[in-house]
C-alpha cells in the first residue's frame, strides 16, 4: 500500500532510531556503511488507513519513513494517526495541507497548527532530523509548496518561519543542511521537486496541465541544492518529494518519477495517486496469488471529479457528485485533469461543457501560483444528458 520503498545501498547502517537534534555547524562526506532503507510515501490525498498500512510498514520493515504530505485537505485526523506510528520517520507539509489556512489565526488553533503540533519535531520544515544508527538527517525544504515561482501561503511562511522569499527560504534550507552531523548523510526532503529537471510535462516537475509543458518545481529548492554543492560540505544522496502526480492530466501518459543527476544524487518523486490498487474478481487469474479464501473481494472504486471537489463512490451505489452518470455496472465521469481548488473545478467544468480556453482569471492564478489559461474544450462536445445532470 505504500507507493514507494527506496532500498538505498549507498546510505547507511542497519536499524532506524529515536530522532535527536544536533549543533554541528556543517557536514563532509561520511564515511561509506552497509545499508539503509528508506519506506517514501508520497500524496496521501485522505487514502490512509491506519491498521492496513502499519501492516505494510511492518512488512518492508523500513529504517526511515519518509511523508512527502497532502495527507488532505488539514486532515488533522488522518495526520494524528500518521504521527502515532511507531517508526522512525519524517514529514512535510503541503498545499492541501494548508488547503483553508491562509494566515495563523490568535483566537484559536486553525488545521494547520493543529497539524503542526500532531507532528512536532518530525515535521522537519527548515531544520534537520538526525538519526544516528543509520548515519542520515533528513532536511526539509519549503512547506505547503504548489510549485512555481510564487510562495503559497506567504502568511503563513512569514509567520512560523521568518521566510518572505525564495531567496530567503533557499538560505533557510541550506543553513539547515549545514547543521547536521558531519559523519551523516542528507537527505532533501520536500512537497515540491527543486527546478532544473526538465520543462517536459512528462517530466520530474514538468507541467502536464498546459499545452507545450514547463517547468513547475521549486527555484528556491535547486538554489538551495547548488548553495550546498559550492560549500564542498556537502553529500545529498537522495532528494525526496512528492506533488507532481505520477498519472498525467487529461490521460496524456505518466510522469518520469526518478532523476538521477550528473552527480549521481537521486530525485525521487513518490506521488503515485490514487495509492491503493483494490483487487476485484475480473482482474483474472493473474492476482490470484496475493488472495486467500479469507481475502475480501473489493468493489472497485470511482474517482469522481465535481465542481464541489473529490468524492468516492464505489459502483452500484453512486451518490456523489454532479457530473457523474452510471450505466450497468459503470460510473461515467468527465476527464477534468488535476486541479488545484474548488473554484478551479468550478472553471474547469464550466469551459468544458460551454467550450472554449479556461480562464482562472488573472487574480486567483497569481494568488494560487498556476497559469491564468488552461486546456481548450470544443464547443458542444458535452452530451444534452450530461447537461441536465451538472445543472438539473
Not at 108 to 131: N, P, S, T
Not at 293 to 303: Q, R
Amino acid at each position: 500500500m505504500l507507493r514507494t520503498l527506496l532500498h538505498a545501498p549507498t546510505l547507511c547502517c542497519l536499524s532506524g532510531s529515536s530522532p535527536s537534534n544536533s549543533t554541528s555547524s556543517n557536514l563532509s562526506r561520511p564515511s561509506m556503511a552497509t545499508s539503509a532503507r528508506i519506506a517514501v510515501i508520497g500524496d496521501i490525498h485522505n487514502d490512509w488507513n491506519l491498521q492496513e498500512d502499519t501492516k505494510a510498514l511492518q512488512f518492508l520493515q523500513p529504517d526511515l519513513v519518509l511523508f512527502t504530505g497532502d495527507f488532505g485537505e488539514e486532515n488533522v485526523e488522518l495526520v494524528q494517526s500518521v504521527a502515532s506510528l511507531e517508526f522512525a520517520k519524517a514529514a512535510i507539509l503541503g498545499n492541501h495541507d494548508a488547503w483553508y489556512t491562509q494566515q495563523f489565526s490568535g483566537k484559536r488553533k486553525d488545521g494547520v497548527q493543529l497539524q503542526l503540533e500532531c507532528l512536532g519535531e518530525e515535521h522537519v520544515a527548515y531544520q534537520h532530523l538526525d538519526f544516528p544508527l543509520i548515519k542520515v538527517s533528513i532536511v526539509g525544504g519549503r512547506p505547503f509548496s504548489c510549485g512555481g515561482e510564487q510562495l503559497f501561503r506567504k502568511k503563513l511562511l512569514s509567520a512560523r518561519y521568518g521566510v518572505q522569499d525564495m531567496d530567503g527560504s533557499a538560505r533557510r534550507i541550506c543553513n539547515a543542511a549545514l547543521g547536521a552531523p558531519e559523519d551523516h548523510f542528507v537527505i532533501l526532503l520536500a512537497h515540491n521537486g527543486p527546478t532544473g529537471l526538465g520543462s517536459n510535462l512528462n517530466d520530474i516537475c514538468g507541467k502536464d496541465w498546459v499545452f507545450g509543458g514547463g517547468d513547475h518545481g521549486d527555484p528556491d529548492l535547486e538554489q538551495a541544492i547548488s548553495l550546498l554543492k559550492e560549500t564542498g560540505k556537502s553529500c545529498i544522496p537522495l532528494v525526496v518529494f512528492g506533488h507532481m502526480h505520477k498519472e498525467l492530466a487529461y490521460r496524456k501518459g505518466l510522469r518520469k518519477m526518478i532523476v538521477v543527476g550528473d552527480d549521481s544524487t537521486i530525485y525521487l518523486n513518490g506521488a503515485i495517486v490514487p495509492r491503493v490498487k483494490r483487487l476485484n474478481n475480473e482482474q483474472g487469474t493473474g492476482n490470484r496469488s496475493f488472495m486467500n479464501d479469507k481475502t475480501p473481494v473489493l468493489t472497485p472504486e470511482s474517482e469522481v471529479h465535481g465542481i464541489f471537489g473529490f468524492g468516492k463512490g464505489r459502483l452500484g451505489g453512486l451518490s456523489y457528485f454532479a457530473g457523474a452518470e452510471k450505466k450497468d455496472e459503470r460510473v461515467l465521469v468527465p476527464d477534468l485533469g488535476s486541479l488545484t481548488s474548488i473554484y478551479d473545478r468550478a472553471r474547469k467544468l464550466f469551459y468544458y461543457l460551454k467550450g472554449g480556453q479556461v480562464d482562472y482569471g488573472e487574480e486567483h492564478s497569481k494568488a494560487c501560483g498556476h497559469p491564468q489559461f488552461g486546456r481548450v474544450y470544443e464547443q458542444g462536445s458535452s452530451s444534452p444528458a450530461l447537461l441536465r445532470a451538472l445543472y438539473s
